[in-house]
């Protein structure tokens, strides 16, 4: 059974994603810095068998490195880099703290959270890398801080893709549109409405079909897919 590391998987993408590829007979680790992951990874094992969770802050490379020190790192196949925050504000109006905060969070923790698993990836001479980006990437107003992190992991991506190849790893990069998740329900409704106009499907997307997407990427039959985009934002992005 394949081991799958997804960040940021108490609630939202990041659970959907873990109990999405429990579901289809992969081992996971749910790793989140909240406390209650512990708690999440054991209700999702009485169902699938195959489920832990870790607590982690993966914005820190030190909680990274003591946290999965007790993983074997030969067992990892997949990472799927998911955690991500938004602090949403005016350029003019950001304060360092919301600049520093989202970019450790969304951007930082690509380098933590991989640089533990890539070694052993490489000695395995396979491996699958899903970075979670968003359609934000390409510049959004209120999210100087956000789009810079989510543009970072698209290079980031890329990066891996080009260099890791050789070793039977593939790192591609999921592009969410607009997602009903905790986070995309503090938004005012006004602003909802509006991004829905704009999506030629004419619905706001589900967790499941991001989660969808990363299960694609991890297939056997996905290895000769390397550094694209996969956007999953029912047209959002013509
Ligand atoms: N919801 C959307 O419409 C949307 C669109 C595009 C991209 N995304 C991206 O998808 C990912 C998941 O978003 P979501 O909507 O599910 O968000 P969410 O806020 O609902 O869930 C995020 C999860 O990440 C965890 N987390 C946050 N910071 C962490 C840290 N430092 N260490 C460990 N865990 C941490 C949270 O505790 C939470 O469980 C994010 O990277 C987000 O940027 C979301």
Not at 25 to 31: A, G, K, L, P
Not at 109 to 115: A, L
Not at 137 to 156: C, D, E, H, P, T
Request: hydrophobic letters at 35%.
């Amino acid at each position: 059974m394949r081991t799958i590391i997804v960040t940021g998987s108490n609630r939202g993408i990041g659970y959907s994603i873990a109990k999405y590829l429990a579901e289809r007979h992969y081992r996971i680790i749910m790793v989140d810095y909240d406390r209650s992951i512990n708690e999440t990874g054991s209700k999702m094992n009485e169902l699938y068998g195959n489920v832990e969770g870790i607590q982690c802050d993966v914005s820190s490379y030190e909680k990274c490195e003591e946290a999965f020190s007790t993983v074997d790192r030969h067992e990892i196949y997949g990472i799927v880099n998911n955690a991500g925050i938004n602090r949403d504000v005016m350029f003019k109006n950001m304060t360092y703290e919301q600049w520093d905060a989202v970019i450790k969070t969304d951007l930082y923790s690509m380098f933590n959270v991989t640089k533990q698993f890539v070694n052993s990836m490489i000695e395995n001479n396979s491996g699958r890398i899903v970075n979670i980006s968003s359609a934000s990437w390409n510049g959004n107003i209120g999210q100087a801080n956000y789009s810079s992190a989510k543009a970072g992991v698209i290079g980031f991506t890329k990066t891996l893709a080009r260099e890791l190849g050789k070793y039977g790893i593939t790192s591609n990069a999921v592009v969410p549109g607009f997602i009903k998740t905790p986070m995309t329900d503090a938004m005012p409704d006004k602003i909802k409405e509006k991004f829905i106009e704009k999506i030629p499907l004419k619905r706001i997307g589900t967790p499941d079909d991001v989660a969808n997407a990363v299960e694609f990427l991890m297939k056997e039959e996905s290895s000769y897919i390397n550094g694209i985009l996969l956007e999953v934002g029912g047209g959002m992005f013509l």
